[in-house]
């Protein structure tokens, strides 16, 4: 259970300005995309609280995870759902370095969520933002995900002679050079000098 203080003046602000986001469908359909995929039925009515609730021991999530990279988290460890905190949590954090992409993962480390934004139910719209980005990222590898796919980007191909004429362009953010002189300044009142 969470051991947080209540929260109050900005942090309690912010904290329903993140709660207000949370849409039911969208967990709802990122969870039964996990059940799909894991071959569990996962029924939710899609509040913060159920969602919670069922991802919190981290066991869904490791299952999620080895159907991503088979092997990736020990059969030892999902025995059966652990009752410890920091085993819940352990089991969460195995799940986000199997998917974060410096790991060799399919999701940008800036789509990931933290563990106590689940485990303490701090921010779980981040959590289904992650599983979203998951899904797309599987779609991408022509495996089953969801939502739309990725894009791959645009490669442009330029020859010697367009890259040498763009270096002589000056570019409207570096401003204008054109009329530009010093001759015939003149700011303010000039100053005497008198012998």
């Known amino acids: 259970m969470s ?6 003046g900005i ?3 912010a904290q329903q300005k993140m709660d207000s986001k949370w849409d039911v469908e969208r967990a709802r359909t990122a969870l039964r995309w996990i059940g799909e995929r894991i071959g569990e039925a996962i029924s939710t009515d899609g509040t913060t609280e159920d969602v919670h609730r069922i991802l919190k021991d981290g066991m869904v999530l490791a299952k999620l995870a080895n159907w991503v990279k088979p092997g990736s988290i020990a059969a ?33 480390k800036t789509e990931t969520f933290q ?7 701090v921010n779980m719209c981040a959590v289904i933002i992650t599983i979203e980005a998951l899904g ?7 495996r089953e995900g969801f939502g739309k796919a990725e894009s791959k980007g645009q490669s442009h191909e330029w020859t010697e002679e367009q ?13 204008s050079n054109k009329g530009a002189s010093q001759a015939g300044q003149n700011f303010g009142k000039t100053r005497a000098i008198v012998d």
């Open 3 to 8: 051991h947080r203080a209540a929260k109050s």
């Open 11 to 13: 942090a309690l602000e």
């Open 76 to 108: 030892t460890k999902m025995g059966k759902a652990p009752s410890l905190a920091f085993k819940q949590m352990e089991l969460i954090g195995l799940f986000l370095q199997c998917i974060d992409e410096a790991n060799g993962g399919p999701v940008k």
């Open 115 to 121: 563990t106590v934004d689940l485990y303490e139910k």
């Open 136 to 142: 797309r990222a599987m779609l991408s590898q022509g």
């Open 163 to 175: 890259l040498k004429a763009g270096q002589n362009i000056i570019g409207l953010q570096m401003g």
